[in-house]
């Protein structure tokens, strides 16, 4: 507790003096460098409190069976990951999973989507987003997971800066077969009602 509570204080610490040194004349840096560094405390406190972002995401999906009825009856046709950085002061992103399918593969497939979400840092990067994402389903039986990928289209309105807190998904409707992903006899994506997802950005 007292640990927690230290790493609490002192991220807290690190962004007042960041906003000091943005507002404050009393030090001898340009704007620029200004800038620079009071995103680098930023981005410190922030990294005292939580985990480091790398662009590799590894969503825990608990409660499969309950999450998959809903998906059936509509009560919840979709579930969100928790949201993720490409780097320390890189794009905001999450994954999408309709667990019943959507689009082309409503009701035969599982759909996996990727979303670009509006970043702290959004206003420093290059846009439109350009990166190439990788989707991964673990296979926690070590024999072979289930992966496909696809670059950025520059054209695409799920990629340019996002004006809203998140902008249209986009990803692979026919990800997998749910007859497949349900009954493979030498694979094993749900154990104890639980599967994991990976999304890479690089």
């Not at 704007?31 to 005292?48: F, G, Q, V, W």
């Not at 985990?51 to 919840?76: F, P, S």
């Not at 206003?123 to 072979?144: C, H, R, Y």
């Amino acid at each position: 507790m007292k640990i927690r509570l230290f790493k609490m204080l002192t991220g807290c610490c690190f962004a007042l003096f960041a906003n000091l040194l943005l507002s404050s004349n009393c030090f001898a840096f340009s704007e620029a460098e200004k800038r620079i560094t009071a995103l680098k405390l930023l981005a410190h406190a922030k990294a005292s409190v939580h985990k480091h972002h790398n662009g590799r995401l590894l969503w825990k999906i608990e409660g499969y069976t309950q999450k998959k009825q809903d998906a059936i009856t509509g009560k919840q046709t979709s579930i969100y990951s928790p949201p993720m950085y490409t780097s320390p002061f890189g794009y905001q992103f999450r994954a999408k999973l309709y667990l019943n399918g959507d689009g082309l593969g409503e009701r035969t497939h599982l759909s996996l989507f990727f979303v670009l979400m509006k970043g702290e840092y959004d206003e420093f990067l290059s846009w439109p987003f350009q990166k190439k994402i990788t989707m991964t389903l673990i296979d926690q039986a070590n024999v072979g997971n289930e992966t496909d990928a696809f670059f950025s289209n520059p054209q695409s309105t799920s990629f340019q800066k996002p004006e809203s807190s998140m902008n249209p998904p986009i990803g692979i409707p026919t990800f997998l077969p749910l007859c497949s992903f349900c009954c493979m006899d030498d694979k094993q994506f749900i154990k104890d009602d639980t599967l994991y997802i990976q999304v890479k950005v690089d």
